[in-house]
């Protein structure tokens, strides 16, 4: 996602949803400002209003919100407001009405801020999910999620106990629970106090040093139909299992042992002799618009001693070598991909046809990694069906009848 840039922002937007936030906002404009104007005067009007702003902590606020909005202003930030807001039909025909993701999220800040903030619980749980700092456990229970204060305030205490040290003073812990309408989740946001920060910042008197209390951040989401938790968090594997099982004595009131749950592997080595299609899997790549596909970096980990990992990486341009091409040249007495090798992160790049002569055309990175984790989430909805075609075609998602008795 771009860097926060209020002016691109303010451009992106339509009038009539900034004059409901200025509104909102108790911003004045002057009778004489011109709504009607032509779009581009109108957001240098708009921007020249807001850099005109003479309270400093009115400022200081607007941008605070902007950020904010900026975050939303993204697919996974939308489906989170709607994940949110989906008991109010009016949130999604109102999108439907809008313009783009960064009018939908400041419209939302506008008109349903319960929701937006909701949102923000749930886009950071889902930018976390599938990276390093998340765990799958199956706990085999389908109960409702208690929402009692008494309960909430146990599992508190519990958390608060868990994550202090020993000797020293107890770490604050406050958690707050939030619906996620659209896949079915309930998700309970953990805030705990973080070791103290001696910070140095400006203020209007010069410069200050003020001691800060940070909140470290948890998160875990409950799937009741399937009895599947998702957790997020710094820790390790310990600490998930422990809130995991603390959330389901005191929120679930159950005694669980959670189980984890095997990301399903990418079977990587497969790629090892190119990118051709598996018989009877081929795939009608013009049909899809696409103009080639490269493997464009891949990281392989050696199997015999000396173990070490190497990257071959080759440049972005479509027209250059790809991986297999350049390590078989440079390597030509122990290539990585037929040598005691083992593939274990691969970049595919999928580059399609320009939809204008001259013009550049789209281009597809496909993130794998051999433990399961992907990119295949954050890709729109036709890339992300692409994407799995292809792997499937590669036979990349598909175990071998020989790995199939071993999972069996």
């Not at 800040?109 to 319960?114: L, T």
């Amino acid at each position: 996602m771009a860097a926060f840039n209020l002016r691109h922002l303010i451009r992106e937007i339509p009038g009539k949803t900034w004059r409901d936030y200025l509104a909102k906002r108790s911003i004045e404009v002057g009778d004489d400002f011109d709504w009607e104007a032509e779009e581009t005067a109108l957001a240098n009007a708009l921007i020249a209003r807001f850099e005109s702003l003479e309270d400093s902590e009115q400022r200081a606020a607007v941008h605070a919100e902007m950020r904010r909005v900026h975050r939303l202003a993204q697919r996974k930030g939308i489906y989170a407001l709607l994940n949110a807001g989906h008991g109010q039909s009016e949130i999604q025909e109102g999108f439907e009405q809008l313009h783009n993701h960064a009018e939908r999220a400041l419209w939302t800040w506008v008109h349903w801020p319960a929701v937006f903030q909701i949102g923000e619980r749930l886009l950071q749980f889902d930018l976390s999910a599938g990276t390093r700092a998340w765990k799958r456990q199956a706990i085999k229970v389908s109960e409702p999620v208690s929402k009692e204060e008494e309960n909430i305030r146990a599992l508190e205490t519990a958390l608060s106990t868990l994550m202090s040290r020993r000797k020293g003073p107890r770490r604050a812990c406050r958690i707050d629970v939030c619906e996620r309408c659209l896949d079915g989740g309930v998700q309970v946001n953990i805030y705990i106090e973080d070791d103290p920060n001696d910070l140095v910042e400006f203020v209007e008197e010069g410069m200050k040093r003020r001691t800060t209390r940070p909140a470290g951040n948890l998160a875990l989401v409950y799937y009741p139909i399937s009895g599947i938790v998702d957790s997020v968090g710094r820790g390790g594997a310990r600490i998930h299992v422990a809130l995991v099982t603390l959330f389901a004595k005191h929120l679930l009131n159950r005694d669980v042992k959670p189980e984890a749950v095997k990301q399903p592997m990418f079977h990587l080595n497969r790629l090892r002799f190119g990118l051709a299609f598996v018989e009877g899997d081929a795939i009608d790549l013009a049909a899809h618009g696409v103009d080639r596909i490269r493997l464009r970096q891949v990281r392989v980990r050696a199997t015999i001693p000396p173990h070490c990992d190497f990257w071959v990486e080759t440049p972005a341009d479509p027209n250059e070598a790809c991986a297999f091409t350049a390590s078989s040249t440079h390597l030509q007495e122990r290539d990585f991909f037929r040598g005691p090798f083992n593939l274990v992160e691969v970049v595919i790049s999928v580059y399609f046809v320009p939809n204008e002569p001259g013009k550049i055309g789209h281009v597809l990175n496909i993130v794998l990694k051999q433990s399961g984790v992907s990119n295949l989430r954050d890709m729109s909805e036709n890339d992300a069906q692409l994407a799995d075609a292809l792997l499937r075609a590669w036979q990349v998602t598909e175990p071998s009848e020989f790995e199939a008795k071993l999972a069996a």
